[in-house]
């Protein structure tokens, strides 16, 4: 409680370690980067599967960097190397482990409240927590009996095992290009038309249903039950099918309760209200996904990040 820092960071994903880094070289260094769990990153490390692109241009996102960062395509890999190694020559040490609840402003600063009942004092906060983190459930209700049968990635499924990817945009086409290579997958959403998608995905995609992929598009799942410990899907076709496991890749949700408790703004869709990446509470900058319907690249949240910090910069 004795210690007041200048910026206290929420999230150690790309947009956290970029606020934390260029708050830095800014000059900026009494700056603390929550994370709750053990490692950075952790969206991409569950939600990617191994070897899979970390685009610049995500989704067609042309963006110039302007910060600190000579982020480039790569991959999982490449991305989590390349992050371990900002860390490090950067001296930036996150509190891994620290789950925030609310933030609250106090006497002219921020509390940060975590989990385990822990107090921080910050003149600003930076909030760079993804969707990612809660991903979306179908409307549908999943039987008890097979809630272990479903992921939310694909890194858990076995070869040998039919399974269903659920969803249409770039995760689940990627998970369903990747899960044909290794067993028997079919590809499901509930358009004809994959509009969503990058242009690397959709050449890749036809490419895989021409050979291995199996496709169930144009139909919506209407329910899901226990068929003798596998899941029968049934569609609004008529039809229905038996699978090993369901992965549903139908994006994330905003964490709405959060933001409630921090006294933001938001809009129809969930989403906070900003005005140059500071939200309805002053002192309080919202960057990366969180922002966006649609998700936002890593090179967006690094660009964020820095705008975020200048703007601080100039009241501390």
Same mark, same amino acid.
């Given at each position: 409680? /004795? ?35 053990? /490692? ?11 070897? =899979? ?32 190694? @900002? ?53 549908? =209700? ?60 959709? =050449? ?8 291995? @992929? ?103």
């Amino acid at each position: 409680m /004795e210690n007041i820092y200048d910026i206290a960071i929420i999230g150690a994903g790309p947009g956290g370690i970029a606020a934390s880094i260029e708050a830095n070289k800014a000059g900026i260094n009494n700056v603390i980067l929550f994370e709750k769990s053990n /490692e950075h990153s952790s969206t991409i490390r569950k939600f990617y599967k191994d070897g =899979k692109r970390v685009d610049k241009d995500y989704k067609g996102q042309i963006v110039d960097l302007r910060g600190s960062i000579p982020f480039k395509d790569t991959d999982k890999e490449g991305y989590l190397s390349m992050f371990d190694e @900002l860390l490090r020559e950067n001296k930036i040490e996150p509190r891994y482990s620290t789950d925030i609840e609310k933030v609250v402003k106090k006497d002219g600063y921020f509390e940060i409240s975590s989990t385990s009942n822990e107090v921080f004092l910050a003149k600003f906060v930076i909030i760079a927590i993804g969707k990612m983190g809660q991903p979306n459930k179908p409307d549908y =209700k999943i039987p008890p009996t097979l809630l272990k049968k479903v992921a939310y990635n694909a890194n858990s499924i076995n070869p040998g095992e039919k399974v269903l990817v659920v969803g249409g945009g770039n995760s689940a086409v990627e998970y369903a290009i990747a899960l044909a290579d290794e067993t028997d997958t079919t590809l499901n959403y509930r358009r004809n038309e994959f509009s969503r998608i990058n242009e690397i995905n959709a =050449k890749a995609l036809q490419e895989a249903f021409a050979s291995k @992929l199996k496709k169930k598009l144009g139909v919506n799942i209407e329910r899901l039950e226990d068929n003798s410990g596998q899941i029968e899907v049934f569609y609004d076709d008529a039809t229905s099918d038996v699978f090993d496991r369901i992965v549903y890749a139908i994006g994330g949700a905003v964490p709405l309760d959060f933001l409630k408790k921090c006294g933001l703004d938001l809009d129809e869709l969930g989403l906070p209200i900003t005005q140059d990446f500071e939200s309805s509470v002053e002192g309080i900058f919202v960057i990366g996904d969180i922002l966006s319907k649609n998700g936002a690249s890593v090179a967006t949240a690094l660009n964020q990040a820095l705008d975020a910090v200048n703007k601080i910069k100039t009241r501390i």
